[in-house]
T-cell receptor, first 114, second 109 residues
């Protein structure tokens, strides 16, 4: 089974802190994604990557950056956490050009910024 | 953006049938996914439609009409464990996947 592992299930950070959310997948997927999920808004794409060292902005990249130094790892960085970044963060991966099984999601990180 | 619209909440009775509708923007559209998400858990894949018509998979079926920008997920013989959010998602252009806000389904005894 494909596994996407997010390093933390729950995280509490202070306003202004730099926050790292880590995501690792073990099935050699080319594509990796970061979403945030908020009630009534669904999943919104923050950043995605189709290859190592490649990154593309999604719909809501402001306040975030990403790093993909290795194929299996895609990190989301909150440069200076703010309370409006309190949310559920979901990482996902997929094979390039393979839509049949969609994305495989991690279990999510519920981030609270106080 | 690619608007994906679905109802916010639905309620149904155990053993019944429920249909969850989804409309989407057709420009650049590739295919349509349905995911199930239980509270506090990750979304899990249910179905994928790229051609018009009905795809049946056990108690769950998914329908797509490309010309109308319309899909539905049909759940038969509802069970209590089917209480979850159901996410409609469309893939567009360069494999971007866009999600609706999700439909929270409550199954009552």
């Amino acid at each position: 089974d494909v596994k996407v592992t997010q390093s933390s299930r729950y995280l509490v950070k202070r306003t202004g802190e730099k926050v790292f959310l880590e995501c690792v997948q073990d099935m050699d997927h080319e594509n990796m994604f970061w979403y945030r999920q908020d009630p009534g808004l669904g999943l919104r794409l923050i950043y995605f990557s189709y290859d190592v060292k490649m990154k593309e902005k999604g719909d809501i990249p402001e306040g975030y950056s990403v790093s993909r130094e290795k194929k299996e790892r895609f990190s989301l960085i909150l440069e200076s956490a703010s309370t409006n970044q309190t949310s559920m963060y979901l990482c996902a991966s997929s094979l390039s050009g393979q839509h049949l099984y969609g994305y495989t999601f991690g279990s999510g990180t519920r981030l609270t910024v106080v | 953006g690619q608007n994906i619209d679905q109802p916010t909440e639905m309620t149904a009775t155990e053993g019944a049938i429920v249909q969850i509708n989804c409309t989407y923007q057709t420009s650049g559209f590739n295919g349509l996914f349905w995911y199930q998400q239980h509270a506090g858990e990750a979304p899990t894949f249910l179905s994928y439609n790229v051609l018009d018509g009905l795809e049946e998979k056990g108690r769950f079926s998914s329908f797509l009409s490309r010309s109308k920008g319309y899909s539905y997920l049909l759940l038969k013989e509802l069970q209590m464990k089917d209480s979850a959010s159901y996410l409609c998602a469309g893939t567009y252009n360069n494999n971007d996947m866009r999600f609706g806000a999700g439909t929270r389904l409550t199954v009552k005894p």
